[in-house]
């Protein structure tokens, strides 16, 4: 197992998933919900937790262009779905969400599957 490869995907990962939640956190303080183009533009120019997270976007898409540089992609882009179960946690832990059982059922498939996804990219 290549503990380096693991690492640097995962911390691209976490930007990228905190990158979501910021913005969730800062969408449910709008009011932009029947809002047009202009005013969701005029909204992110003034709120600091969107520019964090187009932040955190931006790093992390310097990191992944790192990793793609370093590992093929297909060793390394099914660990990127660990961010569906990160998100989802994160959606539950720091913005009160619910999630139904379906939905930890589905998550659940989706990393099995990644994991199938990962085990047979060492060996194509």
């Known amino acids: 197992m290549d503990w380096a490869k693991l690492v640097e995907v995962f911390v691209v990962v976490?930007?990228?998933?905190?990158?979501?939640?910021l913005l969730r956190f800062a969408m449910r303080q709008s009011d932009l919900t029947g809002g047009n183009f202009s005013q969701l533009i005029d909204y992110a120019l003034k709120t600091?937790?969107?520019?964090?997270?187009?932040?955190?976007?931006?790093?992390?898409?310097?990191?992944?262009?790192?990793?793609?540089?370093?590992?093929?992609?297909g060793s390394v882009y099914p660990m990127?779905?660990?961010?569906?179960?990160?998100?989802?946690?994160?959606?539950i832990l720091f913005l009160n969400e619910?999630?139904?059982?379906?939905?930890?059922?589905?998550?659940?498939l989706i990393c099995a599957g990644t994991l199938l996804l990962a085990s047979s990219s060492g060996q194509t």
Request: net charge positive; proline share 7%.
């Open 98 to 108: 619910r999630v139904p059982p379906i939905a930890w059922l589905a998550l659940a």
């Open 48 to 73: 600091p937790v969107l520019w964090l997270a187009i932040g955190a976007y931006g790093f992390s898409t310097l990191l992944w262009m790192r990793v793609l540089s370093r590992y093929p992609v």
């Open 14 to 21: 976490l930007f990228t998933s905190t990158g979501q939640l």
């Open 80 to 91: 990127v779905a660990i961010g569906y179960v990160l998100v989802t946690l994160g959606g």
